[in-house]
């Protein structure tokens, strides 16, 4: 698939490029007002982190990847292109008295208004980028082409960027695969379920006290999946007195209904584990129908997969 990832100084025009850029390939344009409204469509409008955007962006990127060829157009643009294999990154740079001439030309503006408007662009863009990126600056080395817009028009800019593209063979690598989407989209669901970030579409987090923040982030990266769940749903006795009372009993952190499948995880220190597990052995020798899964944090991916409920998401 091929990714052209374009920004630029403030007033340089390289939304502009980005454009003729998308013609000139044929490409799908996504400026910051389309990402903005895919966004609300997908995450709905309000209380998502500033630190969040970046992982939103790359998995609506992920999604539009295997339908087309993208130009994309936004602030920090360089680092969601570096996820997706045919990506090309290009920065406009001018000097300040030709940024402040655009502005100038683009909005009718005297000098001084020109050059006011100019610091609050920059302003607005190193803001944004301090938010998102934690860096207020792109530097250099983010990028494969640097063009200055005090030498080249913008239809210069967008016939190079074209060779750029052909010479790369960027078309010819096809669109991205189902198999890689899916695969970006865990790694992308699992950071936004950090943020207990769920698509108002999905099953909604009910408000329970979990016992850890990785239950809790599990429970919304389930959310994000559609898979149904119940968060300790019921205690199994594992030991008994000679009269028949309850002295030990155990009960698994989440049951999927669907699966008919209970998942206890385990992240603490190895002699905590080893006391779980003995109950875990337990359970199975007590109950040997009962259908239950213990891993750790790291193993989420392999569980999804295992259980081939990252296919779901693809089709859904």
Not at 113 to 133: C, I, V, Y
Request: aromatic share 10%; charged share 25%; hydrophobic share 45%.
């Amino acid at each position: 698939m091929a990714l052209i990832a374009v920004s630029g100084h403030p007033g340089c025009r390289f939304e502009e490029v980005a454009r003729l850029t998308a013609q000139r390939l044929g490409f799908e344009l996504l400026t910051q007002a389309r990402i903005q409204s895919l966004t609300n469509e997908e995450f709905g409008g309000g209380g998502i982190p500033e630190k969040a955007y970046p992982i939103l962006v790359t998995s609506i990127l992920a999604r539009l990847a295997t339908e087309h060829h993208l130009v994309y157009c936004a602030v920090g643009g360089e680092l969601q292109a570096r996820h997706f294999p045919g990506m090309l990154r290009v920065h406009v740079v001018a000097p300040e008295t030709v940024r402040i001439g655009n502005l100038m030309l683009d909005h009718r503006l005297e000098r001084a208004a020109g050059r006011q408007l100019l610091f609050e662009m920059e302003a607005a863009d190193r803001s944004a980028r301090k938010a998102r990126f934690g860096k207020t600056r792109a530097t250099a080395d983010l990028f494969d082409l640097v063009f200055s817009a005090e030498s080249l028009t913008t239809e210069q800019m967008a016939e190079l960027i074209e060779t750029a593209a052909n010479s790369l063979a960027l078309k010819e690598r096809g669109l991205l695969a189902p198999a890689a989407e899916v695969q970006l989209q865990f790694q992308m669901r699992l950071r936004l379920a950090r943020h207990g970030i769920v698509p108002p579409d999905k099953i909604t987090i009910r408000r329970k006290m979990f016992a850890n923040q990785s239950e809790e982030m599990f429970a919304n990266l389930l959310d994000f999946y559609r898979i149904a769940w119940e968060y300790e749903p019921r205690s199994f006795p594992v030991q008994m007195s000679r009269e028949g009372k309850v002295q030990e009993s155990f009960t698994p952190d989440f049951y999927l209904p669907e699966f008919d499948l209970y998942l206890e995880l385990t992240t603490m220190k190895q002699s905590l584990v080893t006391k779980k597990n003995r109950k875990v052995r337990l359970l199975r020798e007590l109950y040997p129908d009962l259908n239950i899964q213990v891993f750790y944090q790291k193993d989420f991916e392999n569980l999804i997969f295992k259980y081939g409920l990252a296919e779901r998401t693809v089709e859904a």
